[in-house]
């Protein structure tokens, strides 16, 4: 146990100590009106081609901004191919999405917006209807003061989504000092985290994520070409079918579980894992049996479910 809580420790004191990553990142967080605008066009169904769907319809913030789907849908009611990230710890991300096609949140903004399988909108008609809304015109002048523009678009909402961080959580808790803050089972969960398991191999850090992108032989439905993944982007042999590793921040949050949503619960989770995977031929190496018992596999997820943390308090605006 020493030797576990230990390495855990440190990783997150060096992480989270003043003058590291996370005080830098606070220092960097834009103007408030910036976010006060970003937030409002984070809800407006505007954003869509048929004004009904907003970025807030896949992104829930009660579900940790995702949508507890398998996979999401887009504005046509199409069921999409890959399941909805969760927007925590966004602002931490080296890349965006499964597959790391961008790399700021800036970028990603208007992937989801002109896809004619999302969101569906043209970018020029949505600057245009934004542009005859007093209250807009208003906000943009506020916070970047100029006239609405695609850009100020994309980096407002950014700058929102640079704010959904989990923060509290009773494992945050007990590394402070809480020693009650999680319980004997989720104790020996982080334990067998940590050296039985190696889940910080890949889900370590502040966020646990190494931000890679790994093949874990997830299974597609008998209805879905094989999804390729980062191998889109990269056209790269190894990374045939890998995605990218999420954090585990709020995971007990953000079920179903995996790129495609075929895991249902935590559990369902854990006991992939443990029997290494599925079968693929570029299957990360990482992947073998955990050999875990029952008891070890409910100790785990018991320690997953202590990530949870407070997110910040949201109240959607109201449109006329």
Same mark, same amino acid.
């Given at each position: 146990m020493k030797r @576990? $809580?230990?390495?855990l420790l440190l990783t997150y004191l060096i992480l989270a100590a003043p003058g590291g990553p996370e005080q830098s990142r606070a220092q960097d967080l834009p103007h408030k009106a910036k976010i @006060?605008?970003?937030? +409002?066009? &984070? &809800?407006?169904? +505007?954003l869509s081609g048929d004004n009904r =769907?907003? $970025? !807030?319809? $896949? /992104?829930?913030?009660a579900l940790a901004f995702t949508d507890?789907?398998?996979? !999401?849908?887009g504005s046509n009611g199409r069921a999409l191919s890959r399941n909805t990230p969760t927007l925590i710890q966004s602002a931490h991300n080296t890349s965006q999405f499964w597959d790391g096609r961008v790399r700021t949140l800036e970028e990603q903004v208007f992937e989801p917006i002109r896809h004619p399988d999302e969101m569906n909108q043209n970018l020029d008609v949505l600057q245009a209807e934004l542009a005859e809304d007093p209250d807009y015109v208003n906000l943009f002048e506020e916070a970047f003061g100029s006239p609405i523009t695609l850009q100020g678009i994309s980096a407002a909402i950014a700058a929102f989504e640079r704010t959904l961080l989990s923060r509290n959580s009773p494992f945050d808790r007990?590394?402070?000092?809480? +020693?009650?803050?999680? @319980?004997?089972?989720? +104790?020996?969960? =982080?334990?067998i985290f940590q050296i039985k398991a190696q889940c910080g191999s890949c889900h370590k850090g502040l966020d646990f994520t190494?931000?890679? &992108? /790994?093949?874990?032989g997830v299974a597609e439905p008998d209805s879905q070409q094989p999804d390729l993944g980062r191998y889109l982007v990269t056209k790269l042999e190894p990374e045939r079918g890998a995605f990218k590793t999420p954090t585990l921040r709020n995971i007990a949050q953000t079920a179903p579980y995996m790129h495609n949503g075929t895991l249902k619960t935590l559990e369902e989770v854990v006991a992939f894992y443990n029997k290494g995977g599925g079968k693929n031929p570029h299957l990360d190496p990482a992947m073998t049996p955990l050999e875990l018992s029952q008891q070890e596999q409910k100790d785990l997820v018991a320690f997953l479910i202590t990530l949870t943390g407070r997110l910040p308090t949201i109240t959607p605006p109201e449109f006329k």
């Open positions: @576990s $809580c230990a390495g @006060s605008l970003g937030l +409002r066009l &984070f &809800f407006d169904p +505007r =769907m907003s $970025c !807030a319809s $896949c /992104h829930i913030p507890g789907r398998p996979v !999401a849908v007990y590394l402070t000092g809480e +020693r009650t803050a999680i @319980s004997p089972e989720a +104790r020996r969960g =982080m334990d190494d931000h890679e &992108f /790994h093949n874990l």
